[in-house]
Nanobody, 125 residues
């Protein structure tokens, strides 16, 4: 089974940028879909964006369209979330997750094959 290692979280000002990384180990992402999820204090976990490795198909929740971009780097076997024009409401713990079923990832119900450890993103106003 693939294992996920996250990095890139931290503190940013509103309007700033961060890039989150989710690197595969053990196996490659080739047969998987990968999603970024987030959970803010007192809130349910929600899907942010997803990508199917095989063809690059992507999904974004409406609130991040035009600001956040999910993309993959095959040479590094890594999925990134480029976060621009950050807003305080983006503050959350961000998790990457992988499943061979793309629609399970997009559905965001959390019943996925493997999860990363989480990385905290804090956006101040």
């Amino acid at each position: 089974q693939v294992h996920l290692v996250e990095s890139g979280g931290g503190l940013a000002q509103a309007g700033g940028s961060l890039r989150l990384s989710c690197a595969a180990s053990g196996r490659t992402f080739s047969s998987y879909a990968v999603g970024w999820f987030r959970q803010a204090p007192g809130k349910d976990r929600e899907i942010v964006a997803a990508i199917r490795w095989s063809d690059g198909r992507t999904y974004y929740r409406d609130s991040v369209k035009g600001r956040l971009t999910i993309f993959r780097d095959s040479a590094k076997d890594t999925v990134y979330l480029q976060m621009n024009s950050l807003k305080p409401e983006d503050t959350a713990v961000y998790y990457c997750a992988a499943d061979r079923n793309y629609w399970a990832v997009v559905g965001g119900r959390g019943e996925l094959e493997v999860w990363g450890q989480g990385t905290l993103v804090t956006v101040s106003s």
